[in-house]
């Protein structure tokens, strides 16, 4: 990280279970959005994938 003293890293790099779950929980909302604004757009799409993440959500 480019620290000399090695706290800095040791703070920095510490990663917490409620760390983890709290952005785990804010991407997915993130995601669950974004999918929601894609389909106000469009119900289908030609990328499969996408396609039927949305079939799943109509």
Known sequence: MGHADGTV???????TSEMR???????????ESSLAARREMSTRSPVVVLDALLQERA
């Open 9 to 15: 890293q040791g703070r920095c790099s510490h990663v």
């Open 21 to 31: 779950r709290r952005l785990m929980h804010g991407l997915t909302e993130q995601w």
